[in-house]
């Protein structure tokens, strides 16, 4: 599995560094039409590409420092380095937006005179360039947090893009200039909506949270329901990082079975039905809990609100 994850992350930095090399031509592109033209279109979408520069650099480094191996004081590694990276990406983009905003509503009280021709070439340059990287992360995003923050930033690019092509042809026809700000408030909107959306991945992951993909009353039923369980309790079912789900709970077994055997299969069922590969049970015999006497064990201390799950076979 650690393989897998490592050849998946080696996939993910080449498709970002193509990424990062497009990104920055179109960068210099757009700062200095920009500049040249007075649009802001142009201006918010070349901020927002430097953001990208910055995001894909940050993303990269980020999944370097994952690949680093484990050690005694940190027994996972740095693989929440990406996920780090994709919540700082987030933040970055509400800047970049709340930015956006701020100039969109000055120059729609005072729209300044915006050079359509030029604006719209080298918009129509940058949507193709932001097409290409779109479509070189496209097929790594959905594997990877950190992939997927730089591809949100792309996306981010690439309507960005449209909606300044957009603003030039509107003001070649028809001469209205508020089509320059209006487009950098479509830009804003946009970027925001990556933003919050990164954001809510990616602190989820860092509080913990249960996967979105997974049912863990479905999980919960499944390790009941596996012969040789009794009961469950403290179980936790959490991201590590993109790719590495964990699970950790306390099974009481009825003795039917030899505890090796249930604990296998109970990894094994967990890897083909819920994908989960990184696993931790411990194994409890009924006796051990809730009569006191020289094998009985104290209870440990668990989240409150975890409940102890029973089968019928724990009932009888």
Do not use: K
């Not at 913990?208 to 993909?213: D, G, L, N, Q, T």
């Amino acid at each position: 599995m650690t393989s897998g994850i490592d050849a998946e992350r080696a996939a993910g930095r080449r498709a970002m560094l193509i990424a990062l090399g497009l990104t920055a031509a179109l960068l210099v592109a757009e700062v200095v039409g920009g500049i040249l033209t007075n649009s802001l279109a142009l201006q918010a979408d070349a901020g927002h590409m430097a953001s990208d520069v910055l995001a894909l650099s940050l993303a990269l480094f980020a999944g370097w420092a994952a690949g680093r191996p484990a050690s005694a004081q940190r027994t996972f590694g740095y693989q929440r380095a990406e996920v780090l990276a994709a919540a700082s990406n987030g933040v970055l983009l509400l800047i970049v937006a709340a930015y956006v905003f701020w100039q969109a509503v000055r120059r729609f009280a005072d729209p300044p005179e915006v050079d359509g021709a030029p604006m719209l070439g080298i918009a129509a340059a940058g949507l193709l360039g932001n097409a290409a990287s779109a479509l070189i992360l496209r097929s790594r995003q959905a594997r990877s947090l950190n992939v997927r923050g730089a591809f949100y930033h792309i996306l981010g690019d690439l309507a960005g893009s449209v909606a300044v092509v957009v603003a030039g042809l509107v003001m070649l026809s028809t001469g209205w200039q508020r089509a320059d700000p209006a487009a950098g408030l479509a830009i804003g909107l946009l970027v925001a909506v990556s933003a919050l959306r990164l954001l809510h991945e990616s602190l989820s992951i860092l509080l913990e949270a249960v996967p979105a993909h997974i049912d863990p009353d479905e999980v919960s039923n499944a390790l009941t329901g596996a012969p040789g369980v009794a009961g469950l309790h403290d179980l936790h079912i959490w991201t590590v990082t993109s790719g590495l789900v964990a699970l950790s709970c306390h099974c009481e077994l009825t003795g039917e079975l030899e505890a090796d055997r249930v604990l296998a299969n109970l990894c094994d069922m967990l890897h083909e039905r819920f994908d989960i590969h990184h696993v931790t049970i411990q194994p409890e015999l009924r006796r051990l809990h809730g009569g006191g006497g020289e094998h009985s064990l104290p209870r440990c201390t668990s989240v409150i609100g975890h409940e102890h799950r029973q089968t019928a076979a724990r009932e009888s």
